[in-house]
Every structure is written in C-alpha cells, then in structure tokens.
C-alpha cells in the first residue's frame, strides 16, 4: 500500500510539471507584431524616482489585416538587458515565460488598440541600478501572451539604457555627518 502511495504522489507531481510546463507560453513562439519606441536613447543614464521614459506603440502594419483580432490587452514592462543579467540567476531569462525573469516591473497595463498608444512613466523608487530596455507583451481574449514589441533587437544589444538606483545617501547628509565629525574632533571627543 505504502508504495502505491509513492508511486501515486510521484505520478501527480511528474503531471503537474508536464502541466505547468505545458501551458506556460514560449516566448520564442510569439510574433513581434508591435513597434515600441521609447524616449530613451543608447546609453542614456535615469534616475530612480525622478527619470521619465516615454513609450509609444503601435501594430506592425506589416502583418496582414485582423492578426490583432483577438488582442486584448498590453501589459508595457521594464526588462533587464543581459549585461545586467550576468551572474544574476533572479534576472535569468527563460524561454518559458512562466519561468522567465527579464522583465520584472510592470510599467503601464493597458486595453489593446492598434495605434497612438503611448504612456510616460516615472522610473520607481525601487528599480535597481541596472542596464534595460522596454518590452510590451500583448494578451488575448482568453488572458494568454499571444505578441509582443521591444525597444531593443533581437539579441536585446541595441537600445538601452541604465537608471541608477536610489542609494539613500544624499550629499546633504554627509555634509552634515563631516560637519558633526570636524566639531567632535575640535571637542577631543572620540
């Protein structure tokens, strides 16, 4: 009894593996049906907290008529660029969406229209120092990725851009922690 029970949890994990793996979209599979522009130039260097990026999009018209028939949303995303993905496992990028860890922060989510969508988007606070470009995935009726567009190429090598992070030491602060140390000093106080 003991080893059908093994054998029954073993099999139930196996499927929900397969399952998992199965209904989890490959970004390879996708179609770049839209063109995404953003206000960034190569190299550019943004702030956190203060630095704006502008995205536009667009459907590639290119593709033919109704290939965005049954586009529903876009979700607009801030992805790490793999220079700042080097040595970094929880940047690790995945075929397997599901698994995929590129673009972690959510920009904008929007309803799906075929022209002049744009947003402009602050930098958060807590975005990391790190080199990005800009990734828009399109979903379905049915909420299952079906498209995307990026600012960058294929290789993700062109079109990016770095923010520094906020390291919450201001200049202010050590001005004032070198004032208070000199006074100390001139006091003797150790």
Partial sequence: MATFSVFFVASAIVFSCFGITASGALFSSLQQTLILNSSTSQGQVLQAGEGQVTITWSLNKSYPTGTDSNYKTVKVKLCYAPVSQVDRGWRKSNDNLQKDKTCQFNVVTMPYKPSNNNFTWTIEKDVPTATYFIRAYVYDTA???????QTTDAHNKTNLFQILAITGRHEAHSEALC??????????VN
């Fill in 179 to 188: 004032r208070s140390l000199k006074r100390r000093e001139k006091r003797g």
């Fill in 143 to 149: 909420g299952e990725v079906v498209a995307y567009g």
